[in-house]
Nanobody, 119 residues
């Protein structure tokens, strides 16, 4: 079973940066979609960024384009989310997730890491 562990969350002032890490239990990047989600209290869960395993193509939510960047370290089985120019509305619990390419829903989830951005 795939296991995912997030780290790197914390508190930062608006305009600051954080880098989140998601460590996978094995090499999955060739066969699994991997993604970052976030959820703030009282709001729907939102996909922030994802990576297609077939071509490493990256997608971003409109709200984070130009500020967030997702990257992979294949040797370490780590997925990163570099977050720059953070805004208070970015405050949420961030989750790493993965799904096998043949599945329609994300199967595996980390337990999340909290990001809090103050004005």
């Amino acid at each position: 079973q795939v296991q995912l562990v997030e780290s790197g969350g914390g508190s930062v002032q608006a305009g600051g940066s954080l880098r989140l890490s998601c460590t996978a239990s094995g090499y999955i990047f060739s066969t699994y979609y991997v993604a970052w989600f976030r959820q703030a209290p009282g709001k729907e869960r939102q996909m922030v960024a994802s990576v297609n395993p077939t071509n490493r193509g990256k997608s971003y939510a409109d709200s984070v384009k130009g500020r967030f960047t997702v990257a992979q370290d294949n040797a370490k089985n780590v997925l990163y989310l570099q977050m720059n120019d953070l805004k208070p509305e970015d405050s949420a619990k961030y989750y790493c997730a993965a799904r096998y390419y043949g599945r329609s829903e994300y199967q595996y989830w980390g337990q999340g890491t909290q990001v809090t951005v103050s004005s």
